[in-house]
């Protein structure tokens, strides 16, 4: 038998909601197996709701992820909406769609760049997240934060976004526009990236269905799911946008995936924008005064794929039971089926294809030979040698 | 796949698996609870998956006044609608069979009810801890506790 090293990615990510350690184990440059372990982290955050109020609990629920930090308050108001039977005005309707789709574009933007420095180009990265710079100012304006809005409540949303604002969002959008056409240009045009990204870490629409991955994930492999239109909420149904799908399966795909979804929320936030000038303003929030007893269930599409959130109440002001799943839940469990039979070099980039956060992960790994024990490479060395990998591609070209 | 006309599905699950099928409850809009005999679940979660189409999304595990309750939520993501299997274990002895040989998305949250609620999972490939290794002894679990009192006030 061949020897197997050991190459562990993680565990700790102060950026992720879910703190990690894969283990590789791999036959020379290919990875025969993948293993997890997790709970570095572990907040307990459905056990401290079970001692909060309804409302405490957005706050605590806003801090579940730090990039997608709207998807699970959405998720949870849109819960607990339905068991009060409590109808939101139109104007917040709009609002959370807005906020939604501008945290969409900004969570995209912060993939493109992480993939971008992954593959070894270091300008897309730096352009990427210049570009996020903009849409987190205009967070900033209208929310008065750049991450962690707290804009939701039970009903509505805390804030209003006045109508002078809308110039400012619309000022921003043309802006951005251009630039996600040079980022997908540089991204769909580029034959070093077609050649790393192509064919590598596939995911079968079988593979999809068993892991019941969601998002980006489940959509690069031809599967059109999206809460958003499956499940309407909020203002998606109002508007008109589609779902993107790829036939590709691969990193690719997942990429082209994301980049093309940007420009669907531009064009969702638009439309929102038009229909909600037209709305009062101050129309907020119906305020909820009693949450019966009984089951809620809530889902929310995230930049990373479907939130969902259980509750369960007996009538008090707080939940006996909240069950939160995130997306990555699901997608990362994936990973043993992209990543095996692959090479390390490709490995970062099969990871990163989910989406889930990796941008501190590579400080944290080392590997170790199986044998001595003796480290052998670290998480820079992996980033290295994927992008040494393109390097070697450019010069062949 | 045609669409599943909601109106009959509650009969459709009666005539296949008549004396499984404890309660049916319609919450909402487009959600169901579907309170079945717990050697039932591989069988029905099998229709689900198989026939039906559905999306496994999670289970989540509770506390209940007779035990343990588990729901294994489903989706219908061609009509929207949420399909909740409901399932209650005996407190003494709680134990049901395992979805994961039959869906991998089952195999993580499996492990994590395990752990949180000591609920044995019969014919898990691997039913290991999950997330809180070297943090609790291995016959305690977190989760698991009594029935919180009838609506106790959380002071705000």
Redesign the interface.
Known sequence: MSTRTVIPIGPYHPLQEEPELFKLYCEGEIVRDIEWETGYNHRGIEKINESKTFDQVFFVVERICGICSTSHPFAYANAMEELAQAKVPDRANYIRSIIGELERIHSHLLWVGLAGHFLGYNTVFMWAWKYREMVLDIFEKITGNRNNYAMFCIGGVRRDVPNVHISDIRKMLDKIKPKLDLLTGAVMDDPVIHARTKGVGILTKEDIIDYAAVGPTARASGIAIDVRRDDPYAAYPLVDWKVITSEGCDVFAKAEVRLLEMYESVSIIEQCLDKMSGTPEGDICNHVKNIPEGYSFGRAEAPRGEVFHFIKSDGSNSPVRHKVRAPSYVNIATFKKSCVGQTVADATIILAAVDPCYCCTERMAFAYDCFSGKQIMNGLDLIRISQQKTNDLKMKL | MAAINYEILPEILRLNFNSDILRLMV?????L?VQIRKEALPEIANFFLDELKY????A?G??ADSGYDI?Y?F?D????W?I?LKVNLDRKKPEVESLANL???A???EREIHELFGIKFINHPGLT?????G?WKDDEH??AREE?D?????K?
């Open positions: 919450l909402q809009r487009r959600r609870v999306r496994f999304i999670i989540s509770m506390v729901l939520h989706s993501d061609r009509q929207g949420l909740s869906i991998s998305a195999n993580w949250i801890k999950l997330i809180s290794e943090n977190p989760y919180r009838n609506k106790k006030t959380v705000k």
